[in-house]
């Protein structure tokens, strides 16, 4: 066929299809989006900070933006739900890709505060003894010096800092705060990588021990990617069985009330499996996010491999966000599959709970502990989550606030205590370290106890919260085998307390290092959120009250 034959077919064929309609601009409601966009614009401004300053001011550039935009970000939040957004004005903005509603808000309002909580943590530069005249931090001098090599420690001799730390903290806030709002499929997976992906990298750069916090990035971003890619398959499923990306559309096709099918997907339209497998997948990749049982083997590597600055971030920002998504994928697209998916979380929250608790009593490094009690805790949230009532969402939400500022502040105390090669984070070494430092012990203490959900601190709020909605929800074996969880939990917590104040301290045992006020501030603001939740929880679980409705 000659070429001029085919040029005329492709004319031909151009005239004879209706003309093409114009693409319609998109409606951005910016103001709406504006918590989100301040955290990016910062962290693009970190970017170029790292570019065009000098290295010596870079440090402090980057701690007043990181700081002013995260401030500047929960004011927004603020103004958003003082405006009515979080209820009556609740909508969905960016052309049907972002919710703006009461479980968003709040949920991005406890982003914002533990990832500024953490951030002080992050800065900290008082806890190591100087090196070569130069303060330093909790990450490595360059990120890109192979471990012992000659190019680190010339690094270190120089006096670098990796400043990067502070955008890709921001570049992982954003994600966060768009993953429990995205209103799409798409959406919510493009979050997902975002925040994903800062993390990996934080990750890695620990200061001291670097091969294990490389490894520790490895063992994340491999699991990651495939958590990530069921998730992408799960979407690619769900898209063939409503026709749609966007969660009302097949929350529509789930509950049979869909009024216009897509006649190329007509004949996969409303097949059943199709909706399951789909729906399990990006499930799966959730629960792998909060880090619940079978989902969980990254869990304790990473915890304590990575820096104790970005354990103590992630553990607190990631499950705010993760346990948001996964309440809107749940109570969105899919309360009419109700039927199909507890039964199979009611498994999972049991598993978790049980999992975690038992596991943690065999733990001899204290960041391990952690792991396998966040994994726990996963379990005692996924409780509030199978409720399906109003009070489910609510106490979820409380659970998540008074969670995140107890796991930042526990993590800051373990950066305190050091011995000659860093972090002392094994658990002997914690032996006498109530008669050694009474007041970090007291401390650490106080979060334990809130960990165990003792009356009086905000673990016990949380915990009654949710075990409350569950049993009214029908779930009262699930708050059962909670409460026994939560007795065996409770074991490995006191033990800790007893090893600090009743063992005999070892003359060569770690020191407590004196921090900077930064650290101060994010250990005081993690006791003062656990007290004030525990002993007068009623305006916050109220606050979580009216945020509890989700905007279809």
Not at 32 to 52: D, M, N, R, Y
Not at 281 to 298: Q, R, S, Y
Request: with cysteine.
């Amino acid at each position: 066929m000659s070429a001029s034959a085919v040029h005329s077919l492709w004319t031909t064929a151009a005239t004879a299809a209706e003309p093409i309609s114009k693409i319609d601009s998109p409606k951005i409601e910016y103001g709406q989006l504006s918590p989100t966009l301040i955290v990016v614009g910062a962290a693009i401004i970190g970017v170029l900070v790292e570019a065009f300053v000098p290295r010596k001011h870079r440090y402090y550039a980057q701690l007043f933006v990181s700081v002013v935009a995260l401030t500047a970000a929960f004011a927004a939040v603020v103004a958003l739900a003082e405006g009515g957004y979080g209820t009556t004005k609740a909508r969905i903005a960016a052309m049907g890709a972002i919710a703006v509603d009461g479980p968003a808000l709040f949920l991005q309002g406890t982003i914002l505060l533990a990832s500024l909580v953490a951030l002080f943590t992050f800065a900290e530069r008082r806890l190591d003894p100087e090196v070569h005249g130069n303060r330093v931090d909790s990450f490595a001098a360059q990120a890109a010096s192979v471990p012992g090599s000659d190019s680190e420690q010339a690094a270190v001799k120089a006096g670098f800092t990796t400043t990067e730390v502070f955008p890709l903290l921001l570049f992982a806030v954003a994600g966060m705060l768009v993953f429990p709002s995205a209103n799409d499929l798409l959406t919510l997976f493009i979050a997902l990588e975002v925040f994903s992906l800062p993390l990996y990298l934080l990750c890695a750069l620990a200061r001291r021990k670097r091969l294990m916090s490389q490894e520790a990035a490895v063992k994340y971003f491999l699991l990651g990617a495939f958590a990530s890619a069921f998730t992408l398959f799960g979407i690619a499923l769900l898209y063939g069985y409503a026709g749609s990306v966007s969660y009302g559309t097949i929350a529509q096709v789930v509950d049979g009330t869909v009024q216009n099918v897509n006649p190329a997907l007509a004949d996969t339209m409303g097949n059943d499996a199709l909706l399951l497998v789909g729906a399990a997948m990006i499930v799966m990749g959730l629960l792998f996010k909060v880090g619940a049982v079978p989902f969980h083997m990254w869990t304790p590597d990473v915890y304590q491999g990575a820096p104790t600055p970005v354990t103590g971030f992630m553990a607190a920002a990631t499950k705010v966000a993760a346990f948001g998504a996964l309440l809107r994928l749940l109570y969105v697209v899919l309360p009419g599959l109700r039927w199909d998916w507890r039964p199979v979380m009611w498994g999972v929250a049991i598993v978790t709970m049980l999992g975690g608790a038992i596991v943690a009593i065999t733990q001899t490094d204290i960041k391990r502990l952690l792991a396998y009690s966040s994994i726990a805790h996963a379990g005692f949230i996924l409780a509030g989550v199978i409720a399906t009532t109003p009070d489910g969402v609510s106490s979820v939400l409380f659970y998540l606030a008074a969670y995140s500022f107890v796991t930042i502040g526990a993590f800051a105390v373990v950066t305190l205590v050091r011995d000659a090669g860093g972090e002392a984070t094994h658990l002997s070494k914690w032996a006498g370290l109530g008669r050694r430092s009474p007041l970090v012990a007291a401390v650490f203490a106080v979060f334990l106890l809130a960990f165990a959900g003792i009356p009086l601190t905000s673990g016990f709020a949380g915990k009654f919260a949710v075990f409350k909605a569950a049993a009214e929800g029908g779930a009262a074996p699930l708050v059962v085998v909670g409460v026994i969880s939560s007795a065996i939990a409770a074991f490995f917590y006191i033990r800790v307390i007893v090893l600090m104040f009743f063992s005999e301290p070892k003359p060569e045992g770690p020191t407590v290092a004196v921090p900077s006020p930064l650290t101060m501030t994010a250990i005081a603001v993690g006791v003062a959120v656990t007290l004030v939740l525990g002993v007068a929880p009623q305006y916050f679980l109220d606050l979580a009250n009216q945020a509890g409705v989700f905007v279809r």
